[in-house]
């Protein structure tokens, strides 16, 4: 399976760092699915949950307390809360 | 000096010196874990720096109220410094480099923020406005106290009742070496954020390696770039704060490091040469009482 690189981070804290298959996002106009390969966008969040899904099938969520920002290009996500 | 006083005088010495490396053990655990805290924020810091930096290749920048660029007459000045002294020179040089950078403007122009006891106490006694007043006791930074204290700052800004805002704080380079800095924190810039990305890594050491920022792409911007940038540059003021907040910490605690060293080894250095004169005495004295011993002996012989 393909899988891209994310990070996730608020400020003064990095929550995830690592190759993952799948970030689910509560965008401002519903939820959206990232997948490796996606094209580059930059979205704000509205509030909830992003939940990840790394290599191996493991999954994280990280609540959205205060709105956020993802950002994706070339395999490289980045997700600011 | 009798002999009494000397010993209880090395005694002191001694405890001093265990006081010293006691506190100079503290400060170097605090300043590895600032310095930790500081790199952990580094992702987020960079990751908004760009976007902003992609960004604005479409959006036009100069809209947003937080950086635009005014001619500068009044001006706000945040002071970083620490609650404690025992830290060699930082505080008073993080001091003399803010008073140089508000002297081209009258008192009554310059509004302070003061977070650490030193800094206030300076300005308040001076005659300044002081805004806001923050402790700096903790050693973890809170993020609550500095997003209030950025949305104060940016509000008054935007109010225009400051033209441009000052942050005076230690930038922390090594152990040894931390320089007393005055960066510009509003209107905010693109190159003043690039240049605090690349402070945040040390000159050298554990934590000195840093990736390349990618390559700008096109990029599709939802809701739309103006929304976009009126969440992110908010934040970046706040994160700037919150670096500027933790590398006056790390070089706090880095300075006191050094400073309770220099003690330390001073103390054991007159400890040491008490010791001496300790003996010496000791010794003249046993000399002086074995020659009258003799002299007695001599004189009742002949």
Known sequence: MKTFHLTVARIGE????GEAVAATLPGREGVFQILAEHEALVSELSLGEV???AVGNRTYRFEILRGGIAEVSRNQTTILL | MALKDIKSKIKATERTHKVTRAMEAVSAVKMRKTQSTALAGRPYARAALAILARLSGSADLSYQ???KVRPSSKVALVILTSDKGLAGALNSGVIKAAAEAITPYPASAVTMYAYGKKGEEYFARRGYVIRRTYENKKDS??????????ADISDEFVRASYDEVLVAYSNFKSTFEQIPSVRRLLPLS?????????????????????????APASYSVEPDDAE???YLVPRLVAVSLYHFLLEAKASEHSARMVAMKNASDKSREVA??????FNKIRQAGITREVSEIVGGREALAT
């Open chain 2, 141 to 150: 930074v809170e993020l609550s106290v500095i997003e209030e204290l950025a």
């Open chain 2, 228 to 230: 976009v940038l009126e």
């Open chain 1, 14 to 17: 990095n929550l995830f760092d």
């Open chain 1, 51 to 53: 939940r990840v899904t």
């Open chain 2, 65 to 67: 109220p937080l950086m």
């Open chain 2, 190 to 214: 693109l190159a003043g954020i690039e240049q605090l990305v690349k402070d945040i890594v040390p000159v050298k050491g554990k934590w000195s390696e840093l990736a390349a920022l990618e």
């Open chain 2, 272 to 277: 040491h040469e008490l010791t001496r004169l």
